[in-house]
């Protein structure tokens, strides 16, 4: 059977797009060296090799209840809703309570994705800039929005053992202060009074469930996702509670470090309107940066996603005018949304609803031809048995070893709640989308784990 299967988007389609991958597949978190290895058992196992399209494999409804059987009724569950769709055309094949609204968790990243890489230009970059003050020895640090904006100079920010490339290189403090240090020797200016800006963001700082790890206070500036250093653990990150203050104390060491002295403890100002500009450095496209925030669930780059959108919109750039904008744009790409509720970017908030029929037709829009912009949607999935929140399932001991190197979904966790979407390639190799989302679930690793049988029987039937 090994011989035979298929994955949806495989090592040609990662050249392709970019993506650097490790040995087994497994790109990593590129300021945490290592993360995302893959589990010994699913080492040896082929990883997503291009899908191949069978007219004579057409799955059907009673096709992929058979299969299913009694799993979709495992009581470890909790109460389970789902939408599993043919991921060629987005025919809904089979579900139950698919058109009811349920709490998407991290799934929500799907919805921002979508709307992102729809509404901004496949180039799209968040710049971070010094410009001139108001006073001849001022300069202003200008945020942009980047979170993955690096603490660490260009040679040491890598995907595994290989330098990133041009798409996904993060953005570089050092060498902002390399080229603004230049620009300002160049004017013979070596003492400055040093302000930053962050009025790209509106409304307030605090997700309304913030916790200090899995997401901080948005700032337009920050470093390393405002996280303490930025080697911290992905898993279990410390975030500090001023990110831009972190960033522009950190921008004056620099400085300094390159023979320009800032004269005061910096302070926040809004930078003049025109002002010449020193120095910029870029963020990854924009399609980099969705497959980050898939892969590894980042809440906080996803909710910085989220307010590129708004910008783009012409909505607010907080939660809400985020929430408003990838809801508006959704709309606009025909999608149907009743029983939609975003009310931010990430899926911390637990009063999002999504019916589990959207997130198909998410997955389905993005595998379509005709919007070849959605790919990242794709690429950025975690990979079962091997990248991001999926690296640690799909075991034999969990009951799903056959899904590893195949699946390839979104997680979403919060209290009482799980949910999977993603896709799955049948033995026919036909591509199978899905949505499952649970509710009061006892144990929520036993949910999850059946979860993943569900997925791992659609990989090996026909389901004709």
């Known amino acids: 059977m090994a011989g035979t299967r298929r994955g949806l988007v495989g090592a040609g389609v990662a050249a392709a797009t970019g993506i650097a991958l490790l040995a087994g597949g497994t790109p990593a978190h590129p300021l945490a060296p290592g993360a995302g290895a893959a589990p010994s058992a699913a080492a040896a196992r082929p990883v997503l090799e291009p899908a191949v399209s069978t007219p004579d494999g057409v799955p059907s409804t009673a096709g992929v209840q058979a299969a299913l059987g009694a799993l979709t009724g495992d009581k470890a569950l909790g109460t389970l809703t789902f939408a599993i769709a043919d991921g060629t055309t987005g025919k809904l094949l089979l579900g139950s309570g698919e058109s009811s609204p349920a709490t998407p968790a991290s799934t929500t990243k799907l919805a921002t994705s979508v709307a992102a890489l729809s509404l901004l230009p496949p180039q ?10 108001a006073g001849p020895d001022e300069i202003v640090l200008v945020g ?28 570089s403090l050092p060498d902002l202060a390399r080229q603004t240090a230049a620009a300002l020797k160049a004017a013979n ?10 009025s790209l963001y509106t409304g307030p700082a605090f997700h309304p469930f913030n916790d200090g ?5 948005m700032s337009a500036l920050m470093i390393d996702e405002g996280r303490v250093t930025a080697t911290d653990d992905v898993e279990a990150p410390v975030r500090v509670p001023d990110p831009a ?29 025109g002002a010449a500009r020193l120095g910029e450095v870029e ?20 909710e910085a996603i989220g307010r590129q959108v708004a910008v783009a919109g012409k909505q607010p750039v907080s939660y809400e005018g985020a929430a408003a904008a990838v809801t508006a ?18 899926g911390l908030n637990t009063h999002n609803t999504i019916p589990p029929v959207l997130l198909t037709d998410l997955l389905a829009m993005a595998a379509a031809p005709d919007h070849p912009q959605l790919r990242p949607v794709l690429t950025g999935l975690p990979i079962g048995g091997f990248t991001g929140t999926l690296r640690l399932r799909y075991q034999a001991a969990q009951g799903s070893a056959d899904g590893a190197g195949i699946v390839r979904a979104k997680t979403g966790s919060l209290t009482g709640v799980n949910t999977l979407a993603g896709s799955v390639v049948d033995a026919d ?17 036993a949910a999850r784990y059946a979860m993943d049988r569900i997925v791992t029987r659609l990989a090996s039937c026909g389901c004709r």
């Not at 799209?124 to 410009?131: E, G």
């Not at 104390?249 to 100002?269: M, N, S, T």
């Not at 963020?283 to 996803?302: C, K």
């Not at 036909?430 to 690793?445: S, Y």
């Open 283 to 302: 963020s990854p496209i924009i399609g980099r940066l969705v497959e980050r925030a898939l892969t590894n669930s980042d809440n906080t780059l996803a």
């Open 189 to 198: 200016l070596t003492t400055v009074h040093l302000d930053y800006d962050t």
């Open 429 to 445: 190799g036909r591509v199978l989308v899905f949505a499952l989302m649970t509710k009061g679930a006892v144990d929520p690793n």
């Open 329 to 346: 744009e959704l709309a606009r790409l025909g999608l149907p949304m009743q029983g939609v509720q975003l009310n931010d970017s990430s």
């Open 124 to 133: 799209t970059r968040l710049a971070t800039k010094v410009v001139k003050g």
């Open 213 to 217: 790890t899995d997401i901080g206070p």
């Open 144 to 171: 942009g929005g980047d979170p993955t904006l690096s603490g660490l100079n260009p040679d040491q920010i890598r995907i595994g053992l290989a330098p990133v490339d041009g798409d996904s290189a993060p953005a």
């Open 245 to 273: 203050g972190q960033a522009a104390a950190k921008f004056g060491d620099l400085l300094a470090a390159q023979g320009v002295k800032v004269a005061d403890k910096p302070k926040e100002a809004a930078a003049p309107a």
